[in-house]
Structure formats: C-alpha cells, structure tokens
Nanobody
C-alpha cells in the first residue's frame, strides 16, 4: 500500500513558478514509477509528467514540455514538479500518482496504470 500527499499549490501570476511536492509512504513506493496529472474544471484528468522508478527517465505532455521538470528523491520518498513560465491554462488541481507495477521505466502517460493517488493540490495561474 502506498499513500501519497501533495503540497505546494497556490496562486501565481502568469510567467511565474511553483514547485509541487509529493510525499510518499509505503514499503514499495521507491520501486514504482510515478506521475503528475491535472484536472481543470469541466475537463478530464490529463497526464502532465511521469518519471521512472529510479528517476532515470522522464516524460512530459507536449503542453508542458520545456516548462515543467519532474524529479524524485527516493531516499526521502518524495517527488517534485518544478513548474516555470506558468500560463492561465495550467490552472487545475494537480495530483501525484503511483504506478500499479514495480520497476517500470516507460509508457507512463496512461492514468489507468496508476492505482495510488493523492488528494490533489490546487494551482491557479492568473493573467
């Protein structure tokens, strides 16, 4: 069992930066790929970024590539999402997620592969 808790959301002006954190607990959390997803009001949840279990591989949606950076600190059971050059369209609830499988390094964009989810943290980008 893996528990996830996000923090770091808030309100920022367009062009600004935020860093989201995800604290993970559970014996196998550091052996699982993890991801960030977001859901804006009235829209479906979408993939933002994913990182392999060992941090060697990272993947991004086209909408955030070059602006967001995903990373993880396995010894401290944390994952991060550094968000820069934020835009109003980045406004959403952001969720961290843990993979159902162990030791995966690719194809991390499918939400159905994640079975552990945090409660979400809200990000609002004002224009």
């Amino acid at each position: 069992q893996v528990q996830l808790a996000e923090s770091g959301g808030g309100t920022v002006q367009a062009g600004g930066s935020l860093r989201l954190s995800c604290a993970a607990s559970g014996r196998t959390s550091s052996s699982r790929a993890m991801g960030w997803f977001r859901q804006a009001p009235g829209k479906e949840r979408e993939f933002v970024a994913g990182i392999s279990w060992n941090g060697a591989n990272a993947y991004y949606s086209d909408s955030v590539k070059g602006r967001f950076t995903i990373s993880r600190d396995n010894p401290n059971n944390r994952m991060y999402l550094q968000m820069s050059s934020l835009r109003p369209e980045d406004t959403a609830n952001y969720y961290c997620a843990g993979d159902r499988y162990l030791f995966r390094s690719d194809r991390l964009a499918d939400a159905s592969d994640y079975i552990y989810w945090g409660q979400g943290t809200q990000v609002i980008v004002s224009s």
